[in-house]
């Protein structure tokens, strides 16, 4: 770990960012019950447990203060109807925000409140997105063939709480809909 400040280059393409101490890879097994089409999950599964996203993380102490930075990488493809998409989790100290910026590609931020408010921004390369505390988030990538890059900046005690999404899930999805991305009520969201 640097304990002198230091600068990195963001990718241009889908490559890494020229500082980063781990690799975190996300496979189509680890989303277990996300995707509103089991039946498409299980026989897509069945084929190949896909590569969905990638993230490079530059590692800091988890600790107020410090920021945790790093690139994801979100894969196109989707699974029935609805795109590839990252787990989505709340932070842990639920108080806490996250940066991010757009390098490439085209996408959603899915976000929802437990008081019950939702809101989808949309990803557009060299633009910010602003996750206010409070708020959980997913990525989801609406491209038919290109990834979605971004850099992101969140505070190094956030923590992640996977659970709360892994139980209810998120009020909205983003599903293709006439080749077109949409943003639908997820049947199955539930409180708790
Ligand atoms: C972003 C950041 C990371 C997060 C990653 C993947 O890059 O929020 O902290 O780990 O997305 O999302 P998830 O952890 O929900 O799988
Ligand atoms: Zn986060």
Not at 18 to 45: C, F, P
Request: hydrophobic content about 35%.
């Amino acid at each position: 770990m640097q304990n002198q400040p230091f600068t990195f280059q963001l990718p241009k393409d889908a490559n890494p960012p020229s500082v980063w101490d781990n690799h975190i890879t996300r496979r189509l097994s680890s989303m277990k019950g996300q995707y509103l089409d089991q039946a498409a999950y299980e026989a897509m599964l069945a084929q190949d447990d896909t590569l969905l996203y990638e993230v490079y993380e530059i590692q800091r102490p988890h600790v107020v203060g410090e920021f945790l930075q790093g690139v994801s990488i979100v894969h196109p493809g989707k699974v029935g109807d609805e795109y590839f998409m990252t787990k989505g989790h709340y932070h842990e100290v639920l108080e806490t925000g996250e940066v991010y910026y757009c390098l490439k590609g085209q996408g959603m931020m899915v976000m929802e409140t437990p008081e019950g408010d939702w809101c989808v921004q949309e990803f557009r390369p060299g633009e910010v997105l602003y996750v206010l505390p409070r708020w959980a988030h997913r990525s989801v990538n609406t491209s038919r063939d290109e990834d979605l890059v971004f850099f992101f900046a969140y505070p190094g005690n956030a923590g992640h709480n996977y659970g709360t999404i892994e139980r209810q899930g998120f009020r909205k999805l983003v599903i293709e809909q006439n080749g077109q991305p949409a943003i639908v009520d997820n049947p199955r969201w539930k409180q708790g």
